[in-house]
Nanobody
Framework: QVPLVQSGGGLVQAGGSLRLSCAVI????????MAWFRQAPGEEREFVAA????????NYADSVEGRFTISKDNAKNTVYLQMNSLKPDDTAVYYC??????????????????WGQGTQVTVSS
């Protein structure tokens, strides 16, 4: 297991911004696809954004396209999720995840095999 340590998140008003960070502790992750998923109370975990190991290819859920940006800094072993124009519907626990089996920016949570601890994001109206 490669531990992922998340930071960021919190409470913000609608229209505001937050940035989530996910640091990979231990083995380098430069050859793995990374992604963010989120889960609201009573809902299934849903895909938010993903990025290839090079950082050149990204994939976004329709609901966040144009508002969220996923990026990574291989020198810092960290992946980021910049969230702008936040909406109350974005309220959820956000999870960072990485894959050792695919370099595609997959939307399928089963393609990812290690997960961060989760970070609460709450957007007030």
């Amino acid at each position: 297991q490669v531990p992922l340590v998340q930071s960021g998140g919190g409470l913000v008003q609608a229209g505001g911004s937050l940035r989530l960070s996910c640091a990979v502790i231990g083995r380098a992750f430069s050859t793995y696809a990374m992604a963010w998923f989120r889960q609201a109370p009573g809902e299934e975990r849903e895909f938010v954004a993903a990025i290839t190991w090079s950082g050149r290819t990204t994939n976004y859920a329709d609901s966040v396209e144009g508002r969220f940006t996923i990026s990574k800094d291989n020198a810092k072993n960290t992946v980021y999720l910049q969230m702008n124009s936040l909406k109350p519907d974005d309220t959820a626990v956000y999870y960072c995840t990485g894959s050792t089996s695919t370099n595609s920016p997959s939307t399928n949570p089963h393609d990812y095999n290690y997960w961060g601890q989760g970070t609460q994001v709450t957007v007030s109206s």
